[in-house]
């Protein structure tokens, strides 16, 4: 620097520079930049390595992001199914999911002729290969198989292969051999296996409805009279309840005949379920039989047109968002997750936001800031801080074993040693939650306490108002919008949060929703299904992971729409609110 | 005041104006809406300081159980109707039914809590005098040796039964509050209307002839199945003789016949000196191993696994020249051996594959554990079933009930009255009692409870030696593969694990985060920052569990495949964007005015791309040039040396040490000579200089490799080792990202704070923005960026599920950044869902949970301290 300010007019780039930040500096309000005297001193590599970082950082959210949206968003897509010929003379049916290069293993290279071998050398002892799922899970035994290039011999696209989403055994990749109608056997028609297939899932469809919900209510019924028997023995001993467990006795033998009934249906429909069935041949020549109901849709990979693609396209996001998980979580629907990640949160909000709130207007409205609000504040970044998991730890400890456990003893004797609210239940995880969320709250509501102009308090405080009703007609409904910004972030961090969900009442397979059409409707005590535990289930407690990637990814990106609508949701609120207030003093 | 007010009353214009007055009074529902509304807010505010106390109180509550010892619950004492001495004594789980056998054949089964007699048995020893008495860990498998050399064997066991009320039997004797008897059972009611029926099972054997000479010491146990065990056997007779013998039992199918088929070894001899005797022996339940005790301080082992050629394969002395060994067991499991001498001393010794020369099969007995001495020598050392415990008796009739592993003594157990000599003791099958039977038929029973007596502080954060270790070691292994190996709670491995991810986390957050963060400051202008700010906020709640997952199923694979292109990354991404820094420095005044800003961090972004890209192709010939082609090999420490991989980490260092002395030698002048030259000139000799410096520190930090690996240097073995798919790298790395939001937000907070009349002034004085973030801005704000890197490394600390996802969770101990690692908070997640409500586990996770919130606490705390006082004096300045 000090050899610029020699030279009258400096020749060097760098002051150069400086004469062109000076003018800038006029016009440019406080930020100064581009004021140099020498090229050292501008710091450019620093700068860079400081720019990099922020690039660096944008770089991997929009690479994160993008690997899961478009995982996401391809999974659905029908894609050609490859019949591939290797060169040792087996053959392959499956579709191509990804491909990648790996390092070839010393035992392979041994067992390759010299042109494959050389080949490898050449590319540094690495070779391309495929992932092709090949399905059929109970014949093979596996869903996936790596296919190096190398051993490929001959790649068609036979336009006979479908594409079959099964029930139960995941998906079969294979021809259609034959049909049986009715206990007749047919030769596959196209427009006949569409008609009968539709029949035959309409059946499924009745089945299931008879199951779940008519004999679903039956059992439902049976057991609570159980538990009303064994409520009234325990309160007025054997002798004094012994007519009226007589009476609900004859109740469940009513409700046991109604059962059979309906039980006799079912079996009747599936009697005749059995008589429709197909015939379904892999690559390799094997055949399985099975009924008809059981292809929940199907397919021919290679003929579809743009317009079927889409079709299949939607209809699985459909089937994705409004049916229910089948083939252990890793096909199907997600929609009890959807309703246990709502449920969950919506009920987290009912016991956050009071709290929140009260403790912003403690810390804004009534204490005087000293020592005491210091304690208050540290005590709220704690509660931020304090890791999620030991939240879990506190709501299984405390909320479900301890306070559950009183519940249980106090309210449902009948039903112990069974635990009703004494185990991990949506009410202790959304509780839980609560706990975690509150700091969000109190900070967002803080916020917007304070962005409440002062005058406006002092308007009313001078028209007689007192502290409270100022508070309550003035500054609450100012500060509302500032207040749900904090509602809906504390929402985003609830729905995101796994850990301590998974202590206190997430389960992979929710028998039933936490509200449904029993009395009292909602379920508080109920264990539930969450899109992000549906994700770690899926990814990483199936029996194959690779099987169910694409449901995770899909999952992933439904959870993450969910999150990022909610946060930009609050982040657009608050940035209107900020310019609100920044010119909206009175 | 009366007489003001009384004639007032009766005027009505004076009632009107007391009314108009009261109107005037805020009215009644308001002042109480007003107090209510204070109340609630302010104890509503106080709730928070609560929540995070009563966390903390309740988490503490759950722990301090842990800490407890146990609790005596009583002692009753007897005297049983025997003519000799009692010589084995049983008792049932429940602590309800007791056999015992006196010398001359009576077995009684008595109530334990109140010493009636249920029923009796006479046993025939056909005039034999029993010398020697042993039986199996469950005690209902007795052997007795007789002084004319034979072995018999009894059952002394239980039979339970459930009865329903109904089936009860009529006239029973009603023992005590719980327990009724009739007919040599005994009925007590389990809660829901069933009654346990226990009742006893005593059986005598055949004798068998096994020596010559009197039977001293016996050793018995039982293996195989139920339809066909395997019983075997070790004595020592009055000649000092030790004998194995092994009988299989075959039940016919037909006729339920039993035919015994025993074989007998005779073992290679003691070799004693005269005068020496054998005062017991002990025999493996695998029959691998036979142990014999000698009263000149010795213990002999015999190696047993070829039976057809037995061998001694080592003589340990385990105590003081001539100070006996007085009595033996092994705990349960077999693994560890107890010894109890003459002076009151126990030792726990394992036998261990030491490699050693000096016995004949490489493994030899190491004492692990010395425990509390008693007063006087020890006469009966009795294990438990299902704990690593023992009660040990001694001559002067202390009874102390020890957990070996645990190194304590839980329970000296009080005698109710005056001590008699010579006293064996056995342990309740559930641990929780002992029974103590004195010569004579004395019984004397403890009830106790103990909570977790393996757990202890030492236990929890010490060096344990564990069975089956070499030497102590910290190790965390909850559930154990079978039901004979103990739990091990050791926390620091967790411990060490969430350090160690916290610690990779931040190694790529922090620079990443404060670069970005005062780049997003001081050198970005309002637009760009209003759109990358929230963005950063964002992802600060983005779902970990969406991280973890992708972490442990796309990236894992993908830097496994691609290490080498990572490893290259590291040093091409800062290289390329230094590169394109010198490059721009190059570029003529004008067009870079006009590029600067968003198209100059357009650059920026786009020099990584390229940088990333081109570290991909170069990986593999890295890797080949570098590591003889495979860098998971490498690692492995099978080929090659350490001289590569210390070349890339001392590479930074060397270019730091490089800049340095040029600055101190020829800064200066180098200064003056950029400062002479126009833009571009002085932008090429300045990248010139950083190529030179390059090429410097690279022949420098290849120097400095070269030469630690001829010292003897190898960082495998390390901090790099053989390499796991789910390691520290990639969990730092994708811990990083979810760190990165925080530390980048509050550290922009605490930047943005800094009054912007210090910036103008930094800038009037002719700093460039450079040395104005530098020099004023980034020390102002460094207390804020410090609270800013501590919270962030509370966040690290507490991450769940990414580590749960991708660390692999092996609580292991190890610095190596390619391996798994389990953290406190995964170790939770993990095992907290299957762990028995207020079990050991349960508790010590809980106490992991404490331990995680107490770390939190201190750094959080800190953290808001600091940054409560940067902001006052921000707003000072």
């Known amino acids: ?586 | 005041m009366p007489d003001t007010t009384a004639p007032s009353q009766h005027s009505a214009a004076a009632r009107a104006e007391r009314r108009r007055l009261r109107s005037l009074d805020t009215r009644r529902s308001v002042v109480w809406g007003e107090k209510i509304a204070g109340g609630v807010i302010t104890v509503g505010g106080l709730m928070v300081i609560f929540a995070v106390l009563g966390i903390m109180l309740f988490l503490f509550r759950v722990v301090m159980p842990l800490m407890d010892g146990g609790e005596m619950l009583g002692d009753v004492r007897y005297q049983l109707d025997t003519e000799q001495d009692v010589i084995w004594v049983n008792g049932d789980e429940f602590q309800t039914l007791g056999i015992a056998v006196a010398a001359e054949g009576r077995a009684i089964t008595y109530h334990v809590p109140t010493g009636t007699e249920i029923a009796r048995t006479e046993l025939d020893f056909g005039g034999a005098e029993v010398t020697a008495v042993s039986g199996t860990l469950s005690r209902d498998q007795v052997a007795f040796g007789f002084d004319d050399g034979t072995v018999r064997f009894a059952e002394l066991g239980f039979s339970t039964a459930t009865t329903a009320r109904r089936n009860l039997p009529e006239g029973l004797a009603r023992l005590d509050d719980r327990d009724r008897m009739g007919d040599g059972r005994v009925f007590t009611e389990v809660g829901t209307g069933d009654f346990r029926t226990l009742s006893s099972v005593v059986e005598l054997g055949e004798a068998e002839a096994i020596s010559e000479h009197a039977i001293i010491a016996v050793d018995y146990r039982v293996g195989g199945t139920r339809e066909r065990p395997t019983l075997a056997f070790a004595t020592v007779d009055a000649t000092n003789q030790v004998r194995v013998s092994r009988s299989r039992v075959q039940v016919n199918m037909m006729t339920n016949e039993q035919t015994i088929t025993t074989t007998t070894s005779e073992l290679p001899s003691l070799d004693l000196a005269p005068g020496v005797s054998v005062t017991g022996i002990l025999l493996s339940g695998t029959g691998d191993r036979a142990i014999v005790s000698t009263d000149d301080g010795f213990v002999h082992r015999y190696d047993l696994r070829n039976m057809d050629a037995p061998q001694l394969a080592e003589s340990r002395r385990v105590g003081d020249e001539g100070v006996a060994v007085t009595a033996m067991t092994f705990l349960s499991g077999e693994e560890s051996l107890v010894v109890g001498s003459e002076d009151g001393s126990i030792n726990v010794y394992f036998r261990l594959q030491t490699g050693t020369r000096e016995t004949t099969d490489r493994r030899e007995l190491v004492r692990a554990r010395t425990h509390a001495q008693m007063p006087a020598a020890i006469v009966d050392l009795s294990e438990a079933q299902r704990q690593k415990e023992f009660v040990a008796v001694d001559a002067e009739g202390n009874v102390w009930v020890f957990h070996s592993t645990s190194d304590q003594v839980l329970f000296e157990l009080a005698r109710s009255g005056d001590v008699t000599t010579d006293s064996t003791a056995m342990i309740f099958p559930r641990s929780n009692g002992v029974m103590l039977v004195s010569q004579g038929g004395e019984i004397e029973a403890w009830q106790y409870v103990q909570r977790h007596p393996e757990v202890t502080l030492r236990v929890l954060f010490g060096r344990i030696w564990y069975e089956g270790y070499a030497q102590p070691t910290f190790v965390w292994q909850s559930t154990a593969g079978t039901d004979l190996a103990e739990p091990k709670y050791s926390l620091v491995p967790l411990i060490f694990g969430t350090m160690k991810a916290a610690f990779y986390a931040m190694l790529f957050a922090v620079p990443i985060a404060l670069g970005a963060a005062i780049y997003t400051s001081e050198f970005v202008d309002r637009r760009v920052r209003a759109t990358v700010k929230p963005m950063m906020e964002m992802m600060e709640s983005l779902p970990t569990v969406v991280l973890g997952f992708i972490a442990a199923l796309v990236l894992a694979p993908l830097v496994e495949e691609w290490i080498g292109a990572v490893l290259v990354g590291f040093f091409a991404l800062p290289m390329g964007l230094m590169l394109g820094a010198f490059l721009w420095q190059m570029l003529p005044v004008q067009t870079a005015l006009k590029l600067d800003g968003f198209p100059k961090f357009i650059l920026m972004g786009a020099s990584i791309l390229v940088t990333a890209q081109i570290a991909i192709w170069l990986g593999p010939l890295f890797e080949a040039a570098l590591f003889h082609g495979d860098f998971k090999q490498w690692t492995t420490g099978r080929i090659g040396t350490g001289t590569p991989f210390m070349f890339l980490i001392l590479l930074p260092l060397s270019y730091l040490i490089v800049a340095w002395s040029f600055r101190k030698t020829v800064g200066h002048h180098y200064r003056a000579l950029l400062g002479d030259r126009d833009r571009a000139a002085a932008g090429r000799l300045d990248a010139l200089r950083w190529l030179v410096m390059l090429a410097a520190a690279m022949v420098l930090s290849y120097a400095f490799a070269a030469t630690l690996t001829a010292l003897g240097y190898d960082p495998r073995g390390g901090f790099i080792d053989s390499y796991q798919q789910r390691n520290a790298l990639v969990v730092g790395f994708i811990m990083a990202f979810a760190v990165i939001p925080n530390i980048y937000t509050l550290a922009e907070d605490a930047l943005n704070a800094v009054p912007g009349h210090l910036r103008a002034a930094s800038l009037a004085c002719g700093a460039t923005p450079w040395q104005t973030a530098l020099w004023v801005v980034v020390p102002t704000a460094a207390s804020g960026i410090f609270s800013a890197v501590m919270m962030g490394m509370g966040r690290a600390v507490g991450e769940t599920m990414i580590v749960v996802m991708a660390a692999g969770n092996t609580p292991i101990m190890e610095w190596n950044i390619f391996s798994g690692l389990r953290t406190l908070s995964a170790n939770i997640a993990i095992e907290l869902p299957e762990a028995v409500k207020d079990g050991t586990n349960y508790r010590v996770l809980f106490l992991a949970a404490l331990t995680l919130f107490i770390m939190t606490f201190v750094i959080n705390t800190a953290a808001e301290l600091v940054r409560q006082r940067f902001r006052k004096r921000a707003f000072q300045l």
């Open chain 1, 1 to 586: 620097m000090s050899t610029s300010s020699e030279h009258d007019i400096p020749a060097s780039g760098g002051a150069g520079l400086a004469g062109v930040a000076a003018r800038e500096s006029v016009a440019g309000g406080r930020r100064v930049r581009r004021f140099s005297a020498d090229i050292s001193a501008v710091g450019e590599p620093g700068l860079w390595a400081l720019g990099g970082a922020l690039a660096l950082g944008i770089i991997l959210i929009a690479g994160f992001l993008g690997v899961v949206a478009w995982n996401g968003v391809t999974t659905f897509w029908p894609k050609p199914i490859e019949r591939v010929e290797l060169r040792d003379g087996d053959v392959l049916a499956g579709v191509a999911r990804r491909s990648g290069t790996y390092r070839v293993g010393q035992d392979v290279l041994l067992r390759l002729d010299d042109a494959q071998r050389a080949e490898i050398e050449a590319n540094l002892g690495f070779a391309d290969r495929t992932l092709y799922q090949t399905a059929n899970y109970d014949l093979y035994g596996d869903d996936f198989r790596w296919v190096s290039d190398f051993e490929v011999a001959n790649v068609t696209q036979p336009a006979d292969f479908h594409y079959f989403e099964r029930q139960t055994w995941g998906v079969f990749i294979g021809r259609v051999a034959g049909l049986t109608i009715d206990g007749t056997e047919r030769a596959f028609d196209p427009a006949l296996m569409q008609r009968e297939q539709a029949a035959a899932r309409q059946r499924f469809n009745e089945i299931r409805r008879l199951e779940q919900r008519d004999i679903g209510r039956i059992n439902h019924q049976i057991e609570r009279e159980r538990l009303a028997q064994r409520r009234a023995t325990l309160r007025q001993g054997e002798e004094a309840a012994a007519p009226a467990v007589a009476e609900s006795q004859a109740r469940i033998a009513d409700l046991q005949a109604e059962f059979q009934v309906l039980q006799a249906r079912v079996n009747e429909i599936r009697e005749r379920d059995r008589r429709y069935r197909v015939q379904l041949e892999e690559v390799g020549g094997r055949t399985i039989d099975t009924e008809l109901s059981q292809i929940v849709r199907y397919f021919a990979a290679n003929q579809l047109s743009l317009f079927e693609k889409i079709r299949i396209y939607f209809s699985r996001w459909w089937e994705f968002v409004s049916a229910e998980p089948r083939e252990a979580n890793t096909q199907g629907g997600v929609l009890p997750a959807i309703f246990g990640t709502v449920a969950m949160t919506m009920l987290m909000v009912i016991f956050v936001a009071p709290f929140g709130v009260i403790t912003a207007l403690y810390l804004r409205e009534y204490a005087k800031q000293g020592r005491l609000t210091s304690i208050v504040r540290i005590s709220v970044n704690n509660l931020a801080g304090v890791p999620s998991i030991v939240y879990g730890v506190f709501g299984l400890g405390f909320f479900a074993y301890t306070m559950g456990g009183t519940i249980d003893q106090l309210f449902y004797p009948e039903a112990l040693p069974n635990p009703t609210f004494g185990k991990g239940g949506i009410l202790w995880a959304s509780l839980t939650l609560a706990l975690l969320t509150v700091p969000v709250v109190i900070v967002a509501s803080e916020e917007a306490l304070a962005a409440v102009p002062r005058s406006m308090r002092e308007g009313s405080l001078a028209c007689g108002a007192s502290k409270w009703q100022t508070i309550r007609y003035v500054v609450l409904p100012k500060a509302l919008p500032g207040i749900m910004t904090g509602m809906i972030l504390a929402m985003a961090r609830g729905a995101g949060e796994v850990a301590p969900l998974m202590l206190v009442g997430v389960v992979k397979l929710a028998p039933a929703l936490p509200i449904d059409g029993f009395f009292p409707f909602i379920h508080l005590d109920r264990s539930f299904m969450h899109l992000g535990f549906h994700i770690f289930d899926v990814g990483f407690q199936s029996r194959n992971s690779e099987a169910g990637k694409p449901m995770v990814f899909v999952t992933t990106l439904l959870l993450l729409a969910l999150i990022v609508a909610m946060n930009a949701t609050a982040i657009i609120i608050r940035n209107r609110l900020k310019r609100r207030y920044a010119t909206g003093q009175f």
